[in-house]
């Protein structure tokens, strides 16, 4: 494992303090120490060249010193606290097999700002992790909302899944959906998508009907490869147990023993987003996915079925909604300020 230079050789990885020094001179300093028993998930926990201890670093405005087996954190006290958090629960995930890249750092890092931290990688006192596993990985939390989707996708028939992109909506859901089917709770997944025209009419776009609607429902053959190997995926929708579809393939249908996923379904009219509810059979589940402040359908919002649909079914039993916004964004942290700059900051 390689060592990064010394502060004094390479000024550019001090940490990014404020630039204000007053707040810093009056925070309570803290330091403390931490060890951990496995040395050999010490590499991948410090990163290339101690790549994610800089990070963790830089986020909090903390010193980062690792002596063997130990690491002694510096700084403010809360964010010291906050380092501490994070560090643990990097270990935690590398020693239950689970990937550790710079953005499930930094969803750590943001999730160390709740109060329930432990709670939400390790669950409730005396209960299992909240996790989805699949056959290429194992899924956690990486925001607190994301925490109570995972819940309500474990526990509810219908959910609402509503907010901005990047936040978990459709790949937590696809990866329940799989889960599901590989322990035999369902029997079939079924994947939909409307097919908003985008400046063209899908008849004259090239190919048959599945290469002109192919393009539209990329991101959910993307969730289901990230969760899957590739073979599995294509086999199982050559048997049929895996079906992406567009919406409109689901009419006159009733979607028994299923995992249904709809994606994109602010795109979709009042009288679909009825059609597509009432397609519910006996031990079904669905998840619609959307987010309210990105119609394309014409008509705008009072056109969309999914702002009808949650004003008509929110609070019935049996249905779930989840409100994300731009604080549950887990892609790059850029993609977050995107989306305040777009639709203003988070209430």
Do not use: W
């Not at 002694?72 to 010291?80: R, S, Y």
């Not at 930094?106 to 700002?113: C, H, K, R, Y």
């Not at 299923?258 to 059979?281: H, P, S, Y």
């Amino acid at each position: 494992m390689g060592r990064r230079p010394t502060r004094s050789a390479d000024p550019k990885r001090e940490p990014k303090l404020s630039p204000d020094p007053t707040p810093i001179r009056e925070s309570r300093r803290a330091s403390v120490e931490i060890s951990f028993d496995d040395q050999s998930l010490l590499g991948p926990l410090f990163g290339q060249f101690d790549a994610n201890l800089v990070q963790v670093e830089n986020r909090l405005s903390v010193m980062i010193h690792a002596r063997g087996d130990k690491i002694l954190i510096e700084g403010p006290e809360d964010n010291v606290a906050r380092a501490r958090d994070t560090l643990n629960t990097m270990y935690d995930r590398l020693a239950m097999g689970q990937d550790l890249d710079a953005g499930a750092i930094e969803a750590l890092i943001a999730m160390s700002n709740e109060p329930t931290l432990e709670g939400i990688i390790s669950g409730e006192k005396d209960a299992p992790p909240i996790m989805i596993r699949t056959r290429r990985k194992t899924i956690v939390p990486r925001s607190a909302t994301q925490v109570t989707y995972m819940r309500s996708l474990a526990r509810d028939d219908i959910i609402f899944a509503l907010g901005p992109a990047g936040t978990g909506k459709t790949y937590l859901a696809v990866a329940q959906a799989v889960s599901q089917l590989i322990t035999g709770s369902v029997q079939r997944l079924i994947l939909s998508r409307p097919a908003v025209e985008a400046g063209e009419k899908l008849g004259f776009l090239p190919g048959d009907m599945k290469d002109k609607v192919d393009p539209y429902l990329r991101p959910l053959y993307d969730a289901l490869y990230d969760c899957m190997p590739p073979e599995q995926v294509e086999r199982r929708i050559e048997s049929g147990e895996i079906e992406i579809a567009p919406i409109a393939f689901m009419r006159g249908r009733t979607l028994a023993d299923a995992f249904v996923i709809l994606d994109e379904a602010q795109n979709t009219t009042k009288e679909q987003m009825k059609m597509f509810l009432t397609r519910f059979g006996q031990n079904s589940r669905m998840v619609i996915c959307g987010d309210p402040r990105q119609v394309d359908i014409p008509g705008g919002d009072r056109m969309s079925g999914l702002a009808d649909g949650v004003d008509k079914l929110e609070g019935i039993d049996g249905f779930g909604t989840i409100r994300f916004t731009a604080a549950d964004v887990v892609r790059h942290p850029i993609v977050g300020r995107i989306v305040e700059a777009y639709e203003g900051p988070t209430q």
